[in-house]
C-alpha cells in the first residue's frame, strides 16, 4: 500500500485520494501537527495534499523537515 | 508366477562416517500438516524469520528438559513360542520450556486436535524431521500438540510448561527419522507470534497490548516502517507520546503478520480484538 510520510504522519495514498482537498483539510486538520498554529498547521496539509496527489509513481516520500507553506 | 524381493532382510547396521553429537534440542517449529520447509526458507536466518511470519510457520521455544512417553516395542507370545514384535506404542515427546507463559499454555490448549506436522532444533543447529521420500524434509507428522501446565511456583518449584508433541505413528517416527544441518543459529532465529489487541484510548488515538497480561507495545508498533500497513485502514497515521494517532479508521485492524514484520515488527499477529476504553 503506497504511503507519503511528512514530518513523521504516515498517509494512505489511496484513501487520501478519494478525498477533496477540502475533505482531506478538515479530516486532518485537528488530528496531525497539533503542535503547530492552525494556519501552518492547514498549510501542511495543503502541501502534503499535493504531494499524495500527485504521487503516483514513489511509495514513499520522507522529509525531515516541515513541509513550507508557500 | 511373480517373484517378489525381501524387503525386511534389507538391514543397514551401519553408521555414518560423520555422525553428528546429538546435542539437546532447544526448540520445536509446528508447521500446518503437509506443509514443509524449504531449502529457500532455511537458507539464511532472514528467511526462516519471514517464514515464522507466514502463517504455516509456528516456533515454539527455548525447551531445557526432554522426556520421551511410549514409543516402545509391543512384544507378546502365542502358545509356548517366544516373543515377537506386533507394532510400537503410542508416543509423545515432551519438552519443558525454559520459562512458563500464560499465552502459550492458553494457546496449546486451544488447539484440540489441529493437525500439524513438527520438526525439532538442537542447540547445534541440526533440523530433525521426517523423510517422506522428497528431497525436502517433512516435519513429524502428529496426531495433536497438549500442553501439561502448572500455571503456579510452589515453595520448591517454579511454574512449568510441558509441550507435548503426539506422534501420529511411533513406528514410522522413528523409522523414517532424518536431519538436516544448517550454518545459523536456527533457535536465535525462530520467532513465535504473541496476539495483540487494539485498545481505543480516545476518538483518534490507539493503543496496541498483548492480549494476555496487556504490556504495551504501542511504542513498538508505532516505530513500524510503514504505518498505514500496520493500521490497515487507517487514513493517516503517526506516533507520538505513547498513542498511535489515527484521523479515519472505520474499521480498525491490524495487518498480517507478514505485513507487520514487512513494517519491522517481529513476533505479533492481531487477535481479532479492538477494546474501546474511551469512556473510561
Known amino acids: 500500500m503506497a504511503e507519503v510520510v511528512i514530518n513523521g504522519v504516515h498517509f494512505n495514498v489511496d484513501a487520501c485520494k478519494t478525498m477533496s482537498e477540502k475533505k482531506f483539510i478538515n479530516v486532518m486538520d485537528d488530528v496531525h501537527f497539533l503542535d503547530k498554529p492552525k494556519a501552518e498547521r492547514q498549510a501542511i496539509l495543503k502541501d502534503a495534499y499535493k504531494m499524495i496527489v500527485g504521487n503516483t509513481e514513489t511509495d514513499k516520500v520522507e522529509t525531515s523537515d516541515t513541509v513550507d507553506a508557500d | ?178 536431519y538436516q544441518h544448517v550454518d545459523f543459529d536456527v533457535v536465535d532465529a525462530l520467532v513465535g507470534l504473541m496476539a495483540v489487541d487494539i485498545v481505543k484510548v480516545s476518538s483518534t488515538t490507539y493503543k496496541v497490548v498483548e492480549h494476555v497480561g496487556g504490556y504495551d507495545v504501542t511504542a513498538l508498533f508505532g516505530g513500524a516502517t510503514t504505518l498505514t500497513n500496520v493500521f490497515v485502514g487507517a487514513t493517516s497515521a503517526s506516533y507520538a507520546n505513547g498513542v498511535v494517532t489515527i484521523s479515519t479508521w472505520s474499521n480498525p485492524k491490524l495487518g498480517e503478520p507478514s505485513a507487520l514484520h514487512t513494517a519491522g515488527i517481529d513476533g505479533y499477529m492481531w487477535s481479532g480484538k479492538v477494546i474501546d476504553r474511551t469512556a473510561v
Open chain 2, 1 to 178: 508366477m511373480n517373484t517378489r524381493n525381501c524387503a525386511s532382510s534389507t538391514f543397514f547396521s551401519g553408521t555414518s562416517g560423520c555422525e553428528i553429537d546429538h546435542s539437546k534440542v532447544k526448540a520445536a517449529i509446528l508447521v500446518k500438516h503437509g506443509f514443509k520447509l524449504t531449502a529457500a526458507m532455511i537458507a539464511t536466518a532472514t528467511a526462516l524469520l519471514a517464514a515464522c511470519h507466514s502463517g504455516n510457520v509456528f516456533a515454539i521455544k527455548t525447551f531445557c528438559e526432554y522426556a520421551k512417553n511410549g514409543g516402545d516395542p509391543n512384544t507378546s507370545a502365542v502358545g509356548y513360542g517366544g516373543e515377537k514384535v506386533n507394532g510400537y506404542s503410542a508416543m509423545q515427546d515432551q519438552f519443558t520450556l525454559e520459562d512458563y507463559s500464560e499465552a502459550l499454555a492458553a494457546n496449546i490448549a486451544g488447539l484440540g486436535n489441529a493437525k500439524f506436522d513438527v520438526y525439532y532444533v538442537d542447540e547445534d543447529n541440526n533440523i530433525y524431521g521426517y523423510d517422506d521420500g522428497t528431497d525436502v524434509l517433512a516435519g513429524f507428522p502428529l496426531n495433536y500438540v497438549s500442553c501439561s501446565a502448572t500455571p503456579y511456583s510452589s515453595s520448591g518449584s517454579q511454574a512449568t510448561l510441558v509441550v507435548n508433541f503426539a506422534h501420529k505413528d511411533a513406528k514410522k517416527a522413528l523409522e523414517h527419522a532424518n
